[in-house]
C-alpha cells in the first residue's frame, strides 16, 4: 500500500511538472485572446480530452510500440532522459518555443488540437513521462497512472477557465519563478531515467 501511495505522489509531481497548468495557462491567454467565453472553454475542453486520450493510447499500447519498433527499455529510458532533461534545462532557462511566443493568431478551434493538445498538453515529453511510468509495472500502477493524468487533465481544465484571474492575482513573475521549479524538477526527473537506464543496460549485460 505505502509503495502505491509514493509512487501515486511520484506520478502525480511528475506529470504536474511536465504539464505545467500554472505556467501554460499563459500560452491558453495568447491563444485565445479576442475569444469569447463559450469559445475559449470549447478549446479548453477539446485540448484536455484530446490530451488525455493521446496520452491513455501511449500508456495502453506503448508496450506493442516498443515491440513494433524493437525498442528496447534501457535505450527508451536513456533516450527519454536525455529529452525530459534539456525539456526542463530549457524551462530553467527561460526559453520558449515559438509557439509558446505566439501574442496575436486567429481564433481558430483547431489550436485545441495544435498547438494546444499537441505539443503544449501532450507533447513528446509528456507522452515519454507516461511510457516510463507504466514500463515494467503492475495493472494496478498503469491504472494509476491513467486515473492521475486524468485528474492532472481536470486540473488544467480548471486552471485554463480560470487563468485570467489566477494571472491577476498573482502576477506574470510568480508564474515565471514556479515555471522554473518545475523546470528543475522536470530535470531531476530526467536525470534518473538516464541513471535506471544505464543500470538496466549493464543488468542485461551482466
Not at 9 to 38: C, H, K, R, Y
Not at 53 to 82: C, D, H, Q, R, W
Not at 175 to 184: C, E, R, S, Y
Amino acid at each position: 500500500m505505502d509503495n502505491l501511495i509514493t509512487f501515486s505522489i511520484t506520478v502525480f509531481t511528475g506529470f504536474f511538472a511536465i504539464t505545467n497548468p500554472i505556467s501554460n495557462m499563459t500560452v491558453f491567454l495568447s491563444l485565445t485572446q479576442g475569444a469569447d467565453e463559450e469559445t475559449k472553454r470549447d478549446i479548453n475542453k477539446r485540448a484536455n480530452f484530446i490530451a488525455f486520450i493521446i496520452v491513455l493510447v501511449f500508456v495502453l499500447l506503448g508496450k506493442y510500440i516498443f515491440e513494433l519498433f524493437n525498442i528496447s527499455i534501457p535505450a527508451f529510458k536513456i533516450t527519454g532522459g536525455i529529452l525530459i532533461f534539456y525539456i526542463g534545462f530549457d524551462m530553467l532557462q527561460s526559453k520558449q518555443s515559438n509557439i509558446k511566443s505566439l501574442k496575436k493568431v486567429q481564433i481558430d478551434e483547431n489550436i485545441a488540437v495544435s498547438p494546444l493538445a499537441i505539443p503544449i498538453l501532450a507533447g513528446p515529453g509528456t507522452i515519454v513521462t507516461a511510457m516510463n511510468f507504466v514500463s515494467n509495472v503492475k495493472p494496478i500502477q498503469v491504472f494509476l497512472v491513467i486515473a492521475i493524468f486524468g485528474s492532472m487533465s481536470l486540473i488544467t481544465y480548471v486552471t485554463f477557465r480560470l487563468s485570467k484571474y489566477i494571472v491577476k492575482l498573482v502576477g506574470y513573475n510568480v508564474i515565471a519563478v514556479i515555471g522554473k521549479i518545475m523546470g528543475l524538477i522536470i530535470a531531476i526527473i530526467g536525470t534518473g531515467m538516464i541513471i535506471e537506464g544505464i543500470k538496466l543496460s549493464f543488468n542485461l549485460l551482466a
